[in-house]
C-alpha cells in the first residue's frame, strides 16, 4: 500500500494559486509553459535570423516572383511573430485559459505555416520537417493541453502544405519549369505525398508526447487531492495516519486531512481501526471534541477522513515551549477535557491515548483557550464485540508515559476510569513540567505505572499548586480505578469548586495569545486559495460519517 506521501505531493509553484481543479491548474502550467515556449522560440529565431544576416541565402532557380517578399517571411517573420506572443503574455489579463489557448496554438501555427511556405516557395524540392518538427515537438514538451490540439497543428500544417504546393504548382510559370528538370507533375505529386506523410507522422508523435506529459500532469493533480480537498503541507503524524492541512475545493474551508498509514502485512486490521476510530469519533458532538466533516477512499483503497483545521498549539507545545502552566489556567483547561470525555464515556466511548498533544488549545467564536480534545486513534467502544476483535493483536494501546496501569494487565475491564488516570498525568504534566514517571525506557516507564507510586506535585515544583487541586491530580493517578474518580463529570465538579478555579477566563487567555503572537503568526492559514474551484463528481468518492453502513467496509468490522 502506498505510503501518504506517495499518494500526496506537494502543489506546484507558480504565479497562480492552486485551485481545487484540473483545468485551473492546467491555466496556471499553461502561462508558465507558453513563456518558456515563446522564449525558446524567439531564441531560436533569433538565431537564425543573425545567420541569414551573416550568411545570406541564394536563390533556387525560381526566379525573381517571390524573391521581393522572402525577407518577410523567413527568420524575421518567426521572431517578430514570438516577440509579439510573449508581450501579449505578460501585458493581457492572464486569468482566461481560452486566451492562454488562443495565443499558443495561434503563435505556434503561424510559425508552422512559415516554415512551409518558406520551404514551398524557396525549396521545393526539399521538406519542412525540421522546422515543423521544431514547433512540433516544442508545444507537446511544453504546453499541457490534450493530445487533439498536436493533431490540429499537424492537420493544418498538411493542409496548408496540400494547398500551398497546389497553388505554386499551377500559378507560377517557373515553378512547373522547375518540376519539369526532375520529372514534371508525377515528381511533384510524389513530393507531396512524401510530404504529407511526413508531416502526419510527426504529427502523431508529437500528439504521442501530449498525451504522456498530459496525463502525468493530470495523475499529479489527482494525487494532490483526495474527494474534494486539495492537499497542501504535512501537519503532524500520529501511530495510524499522516495529516495534512487541505481546503474543500468548493467552499475553500481550511481542513485537516488524516490519511490512513497501514504495513502492508496488517493492512486489513489498520483499515478496521481506522475505520472505527472515525465512525466513533463522528458520533460525538460536544464542542470540546474535535469535528469530523467527511470520510473517504484514497486512490491505493485506503481511507481518510477531513476535520476541522485548528490554529493553535497542543499542551506538549504549550509547556516545552513556555513552561508549566498556572494552576488557574490548568483548571480551565481540564475543565474542557472532562466535558469532552463526559460525552464520550456517556456513549460507552473510551479515549485510550489521552497526553498533551492530544489536546489542543485554539479559539472558536471569539473564545481563546478554548480545548479540542483530538484523535479517537484508539477509541474503544465498551462491550463492543467487533471492537475487541480488532484490538486482540497482543499490543499495548496508548502512550507509555500516560498509561492507566489496568490497560498494561490486558485482565480488567477498560472504562472511562482510564482516560480519567491518563487526565491526571497531563495535569500533572501541566503543573509540573514533567510527566508522573521520568525512568529512562518506555518498560520502566510502564512498571512504575503499575507498582509506583508518583511523587506528589508539591515535591517536583515550585510552582504553588493549591492542596485541593494536587488532591484531584493525586486522585486521577489512583493505581485501582475505584480509588480515582468515577466519572468524568465528577472530577470537572471537583475542578470547579478548588477556590482559584475562576482565575482564569477566555479574557485572560486572550491577552496571552495576544501577547506571544500566535492566532497572528498562523493566520495565513485562513486564507482561501481557490478563487474559482470545481468539483467533478466522477472524481469523488466519499463516505458518509454520520451514516456508517455506507462504508465499502460494510456496516461493522
Not at 514551398?120 to 499541457?144: E, H, I, M, R, W
Not at 492541512?245 to 497501514?262: G, W
Request: glycine letters at 8%.
Amino acid at each position: 500500500m502506498a505510503t501518504p506521501s506517495q499518494v500526496i505531493e506537494r502543489a506546484l509553484s507558480g504565479p497562480f494559486s492552486t485551485s481545487g481543479s484540473f483545468e485551473d491548474e492546467r491555466l496556471r502550467l499553461l502561462w508558465e509553459r507558453c513563456r518558456l515556449l515563446f522564449i525558446s522560440g524567439l531564441v531560436i529565431a533569433s538565431i537564425a535570423l543573425i545567420l541569414n544576416v551573416l550568411f545570406p541565402q541564394q536563390s533556387l532557380e525560381l526566379g525573381s516572383t517571390l524573391d521581393g517578399y522572402r525577407w518577410l517571411t523567413g527568420a524575421l517573420a518567426h521572431t517578430i511573430s514570438f516577440a509579439i506572443a510573449l508581450g501579449l503574455l505578460y501585458s493581457v489579463c492572464r486569468s482566461s485559459y481560452r486566451f492562454l489557448h488562443t495565443i499558443a496554438f495561434g503563435t505556434i501555427a503561424f510559425n508552422i505555416l512559415l516554415v512551409i511556405y518558406n520551404q514551398g516557395a524557396f525549396n521545393p524540392a526539399g521538406q519542412p520537417d525540421l522546422g515543423v518538427s521544431l514547433l512540433l515537438f516544442l508545444t507537446a514538451a511544453f504546453v499541457p493541453w490534450r493530445p487533439s490540439h498536436q493533431w490540429s497543428l499537424a492537420a493544418l500544417a498538411a493542409v496548408f502544405y496540400l494547398l500551398l504546393h497546389g497553388t505554386l504548382y499551377s500559378a507560377l510559370p517557373e515553378y512547373q519549369a522547375f518540376w519539369a528538370k526532375l520529372g514534371g507533375a508525377d515528381a511533384a505529386r510524389d513530393n507531396m505525398i512524401w510530404g504529407l506523410i511526413g508531416i502526419a507522422m510527426l504529427g502523431g508523435a508529437s500528439a504521442f508526447v501530449s498525451h504522456t506529459l498530459y496525463n502525468l500532469t493530470k495523475t499529479a493533480h489527482r494525487a494532490r487531492r483526495l474527494g474534494k480537498y486539495i492537499i497542501h503541507d504535512e501537519i503532524g503524524k500520529g501511530g495510524m495516519g499522516v495529516v495534512y492541512f487541505a481546503q474543500h475545493a468548493l467552499m475553500c474551508r481550511p481542513t485537516a486531512v488524516k490519511v490512513m498509514t497501514a504495513a502492508e502485512d496488517g493492512s486489513h486490521t489498520a483499515l478496521a481501526r481506522f475505520e472505527r476510530e472515525v465512525k466513533l469519533s463522528a458520533t460525538l458532538t460536544h464542542p470540546n471534541t474535535i469535528t469530523i466533516y467527511d470520510v473517504g477512499r484514497t486512490p491505493d483503497y485506503g481511507l481518510y477522513y477531513a476535520m476541522e483545521y485548528l490554529l493553535g498549539l497542543d499542551l506538549q507545545k504549550l509547556v516545552d515551549t513556555y513552561g508549566p502552566v498556572s494552576p488557574a489556567r490548568t483548571i480551565y483547561i481540564l475543565r474542557q477535557v472532562c466535558g469532552s470525555l463526559s460525552e464520550a464515556h456517556d456513549r460507552n466511548i473510551i479515549h485510550r491515548d489521552i497526553k498533551p498533544s492530544n489536546i489542543f488549545l485554539t479559539r472558536r467564536g471569539g473564545l481563546y483557550d478554548f480545548v479540542k480534545v483530538l484523535d479517537f486513534g484508539l477509541a474503544k467502544q465498551i462491550g463492543a464485540d467487533t471492537a475487541a476483535a480488532v484490538t486482540k493483536t497482543g499490543i499495548l494501546f496508548g502512550t507509555p508515559r500516560f498509561l492507566a496501569p489496568e490497560t498494561v494487565y490486558g485482565t480488567e475491564q477498560v472504562d472511562g476510569r482510564a482516560d480519567l488516570y491518563c487526565l491526571g498525568g497531563v495535569a500533572y504534566w501541566m503543573l509540573a513540567g514533567r510527566p508522573p514517571f521520568v525512568s529512562e525506557s518506555s518498560l520502566e516507564v510502564v512498571v512504575d505505572h503499575v507498582k509506583t507510586a508518583p511523587k506528589p506535585l508539591s515535591e517536583v515544583t515550585e510552582t504553588a499548586v493549591p492542596p485541593a487541586l494536587e488532591e484531584i491530580v493525586m486522585k486521577c493517578l489512583e493505581k485501582k480505578p475505584g480509588d480515582r474518580f468515577q466519572t468524568a463529570r465528577q472530577m470537572r465538579l471537583a475542578l470547579e469548586a478548588v477556590p482559584v478555579a475562576n482565575a482564569w477566563n477566555s479574557d485572560r487567555a486572550e491577552e496571552w495569545w495576544d501577547l506571544h503572537g500566535i492566532v497572528e503568526s498562523q493566520a495565513q492559514d485562513d486564507q482561501c486559495m481557490f478563487p474559482e474551484p470545481e468539483i467533478r463528481p466522477e472524481e469523488e468518492t466519499p463516505l458518509s460519517a454520520s451514516n456508517p453502513s455506507a462504508s465499502p467496509l460494510g456496516p461493522s468490522i
